[in-house]
């Protein structure tokens, strides 16, 4: 019980229910006048409306299902291309200009792309989501698997193979890193999707925003958005628990050098 309180951050809840009420007595008392910003208990409403007509589970299955699948995917290109142009100079060497130059390009500007090449579809979200996911994740990794040059002396004084110094030394210098890229790369992923849906896809929770907001219901559109805030932060947590169970070795290794 207490391990649990400590890991609730009780007074940040507190002022988030402070800032809800807030919200609520600033809209009834009209101190908050716009027309479409509706208080959070119509918020509430506009969520039950959602889930009891189904459109919410549709709507939230399409767009995980895509984000995660191009998250996935750029987890497994990204940590094996980032691990090989980490380790061999001379492919980072001739490949660098040409990272830097689409790194510099906004993911944005690659959706209309996107839409062109594969229509109005989910692997068009799902190709959107790899891109957006890659970067972080192949950056990161790039950065983790060049390991400080004394650690890479202590592996050579030891007198390990190629093999151990990637595993006991490379490896878990480098996990922080790469869960660090994967759990950015998964926020990206899932935006990404979202503005994919808004501008390409007419599916997903990106397309619910739009309608609701073009069909005056701000309620629900407010709703979508909790939703995916939601989703974003169970998303976030499971990458954290995931990470700590498959690399806890790695990490714990990685947290002894420091």
Known sequence: ??????????????????????????????????????????????????????????????????????????????????????????????????????????IVAFVPVAVLIFGFSAQMEI?????????????????????????LESGSVLRLSKAAVLWKIRLPAATPGIVVGLRLGLSISLVLTLVAEMTGNPAGLGFVLVSKAQALRPDEMFAGVVVIGVAGIVLNGLVMVLARLVFRGQMAAAGEAR
Request: net charge neutral; proline share 5%; charged share 15%.
């Open 1 to 106: 019980m207490n391990e649990l309180r400590r890991r609730i951050n009780v007074v940040g809840v507190a002022v988030f229910m402070l800032g809800l009420v807030l919200w609520e007595a600033g809209v009834r008392s009209g101190l908050l006048d716009f027309a479409y910003l509706p208080p959070p208990s119509d918020v509430a409403g506009g969520l039950a409306e959602l889930v009891s007509t189904g459109e919410l589970q549709t709507a939230l299955t399409h767009t995980l299902s895509a984000s995660l699948t191009g998250w996935l995917l750029a987890a497994l290109t990204g940590v094996a291309a980032g691990s090989v142009l980490g380790l061999v100079r001379p492919v980072w060497r001739y490949s660098m200009a040409s990272l830097e130059a689409l790194r510099a390009l906004p």
């Open 127 to 151: 190709v959107v989501a790899w891109y957006a996911a890659l970067w972080p994740i192949l950056l990161n990794t790039i950065h983790g698997m060049r390991t400080e040059q004394r650690m």
